[in-house]
């Protein structure tokens, strides 16, 4: 019983900000953007200099994926500090690519400003969404 009202609280947390509740990860805001990040980061790099293919473009993107894949994995767990966990993991893994888009930016691969525009609203939302699993009384 006290798992279905753990459950029930995660769910309702998007109800109280007039959304209704999430029935998988790919409800959530939080996932939907660090998809979209993701498939930014993929565009971004495909310009890259192939000799980067091992290199810049397959670290950017394996920590761009880990961002979305974290927030996914942790939709399921049941309790509030596992979930918390995978949302801090996400979290490093979106700081793992800025510091990328920095490097890529300084050796003059592309204009990263939109992704670095993604990346803090990204941010933004898995700070809130993980206040929101801590906070809650479960």
């Not at 800025?98 to 691969?109: E, F, G, Q």
């Amino acid at each position: 019983m006290r798992i279905q009202n753990s459950e029930f609280r995660i769910q309702n947390l998007s109800r109280v900000a007039g959304r209704p509740p999430a029935r998988s990860f790919e409800d959530l805001i939080v996932w939907q953007k660090a998809h979209q990040f993701v498939l930014s980061v993929y565009r971004f790099t495909e310009h890259f200099p192939s000799k980067e293919l091992y290199g810049l473009t397959s670290q950017l993107r394996r920590a761009a994926v880990s961002i979305p894949a974290n927030i996914a994995e942790g939709f399921k767990k049941r309790g509030k500090l596992d979930k918390a966990r995978f949302l801090n993991i996400a979290q490093g893994s979106l700081e793992e690519c800025r510091y990328y888009l920095i490097l890529s930016r300084d050796l003059n691969y592309g204009d990263d400003s939109a992704l670095l525009s993604l990346s803090e609203e990204v941010s933004k939302l898995l700070e809130a969404y993980a206040r929101s699993i801590l906070n809650s009384e479960f």
